[in-house]
């Protein structure tokens, strides 16, 4: 897959090189190509070791690009300048947040939020002066505005809940229901889409409840995402994929993978990172149980073990025995098991 990205790029890029455009524009399309594609969270997670280091390379070339005394002679009219990109750039996303019906406290916060330019807009510069479409007085002139006003925005950050909350108090009705700015409701993680996840997410499905399924088989994702599930492709044994998602709102994690391995390195992980997050893990069999259950995991379902209670269970109903006796003594099969688990651990 990353064999795939870095083609996909070199070969936008070229493209882009061919047209007589810059190679900085073909990256920046094969990244929007790759981000609509349901391999992007997993590209993502490939690329993030290098990511902070390319982007601290590009940021020092373009330091190193800047002629600093040209804010020495005009700061009022550069400062001017920032302040005006940030009105006008706020002025244009303001009316159409609410022309997509967003509230308008959130409106403003995205307004403002949104109002710096990005790292674009700098190769967008260095494109145009080598074009000799503005003069190189006029590209520093634009450098400093981008750059300072990037400067400005961990402020600007800082001061736009609080100018929405002065300017626009709460109301009860503001948000419509459904919108896709309230806040995220509580959702169950499920890894692996195999038969026990699919089923397992049907079951959520009809229950109403929120789910994010992930595996990395790329024909099943598309499949089930045509079938309405809420699946991602990645790699659920990469912790980073995990680190991506709000604590906050995960309710419980299921583990509906095969490799013993892989389920105990994520259980480690897991605990590490979602302390107070239920873990419920599938086992193929009982051997396992009791270290799942060390490592952090608040429920093993063994798949030998259920399957043969579930079995059991018809059989008694078909000899003719009570469903409520049928299921006490199932229970008292089940906690056996799980009392025999722990006293052979202790």
């Known amino acids: ?3 795939f990205a870095v083609f996909v790029v070199i070969g936008c890029s070229a493209l882009t090189l061919s047209a007589g455009l810059s190679l900085a524009l073909g990256a920046f399309l094969a990244g929007l190509l790759i981000a609509e594609t349901e391999f992007r969270h997993e590209v993502e997670i490939i690329f993030a070791p290098v990511k902070g280091m390319l982007l601290g390379i590009f940021f020092l070339s373009i330091g190193m690009m800047i002629d600093v005394r040209e804010f020495f002679l005009a700061p009022h009219i550069l400062l001017a300048a920032v302040l005006g990109l940030f009105l006008v750039k706020s002025s244009v996303l303001f009316p159409l947040c609410l022309m997509f ?14 109002a710096q330019p990005g790292e674009f807009a700098l190769l967008l510069l260095g494109v145009a002066a080598a074009s000799q479409l503005i003069s190189q007085h006029d590209m520093q002139f634009f450098y400093l505005v981008t750059v300072v006003s990037m400067m400005l925005s961990p402020a ?7 100018l929405s ?99 105990a390195s994520m259980i480690k992980a897991l605990r590490m990172e979602w302390p107070l997050v239920p873990v419920i893990v599938r086992a193929e069999d009982t051997a396992n149980m009791g270290l799942y259950y060390d490592l952090g995991a608040k429920h093993v379902v063994a ?31 089940r906690e056996k098991n799980e009392l025999q688990l722990f006293e052979d651990k202790n």
């Open 156 to 162: 600007l950050f800082k001061i736009a809940p609080f």
């Open 303 to 333: 798949e030998t073990l259920e399957s043969s209670l579930s079995m059991a269970r018809l059989v008694m109903l078909e000899a003719g025995k009570d469903e409520s006796d049928s299921e006490k003594i199932i229970d008292k099969i």
């Open 165 to 263: 909350a002065r300017l626009f108090p709460e109301k009860a009705e503001e948000t419509p229901a459904g919108d896709f700015y309230e806040e995220k409701e509580d959702i169950v993680i499920i890894a692996g889409m195999g038969r026990v996840g699919q089923l397992l997410a049907s079951a959520l499905q009809s229950c109403h409840i929120n789910y994010i399924g992930f595996d990395l088989n790329a024909t099943k994702v598309m499949a089930l995402k045509q079938l309405g599930h809420h699946i991602i492709y990645g790699d659920a044994r990469k912790i980073e994929l995990w680190q991506g998602l709000n604590k906050g709102n995960i309710i419980a994690i299921v583990i509906a993978i095969d490799k013993h391995e892989s389920v």
């Open 1 to 3: 897959l990353s064999a």
């Open 101 to 114: 019906k967003v509230p308008k406290k959130k409106a403003f916060q995205t307004s403002l939020f949104l």
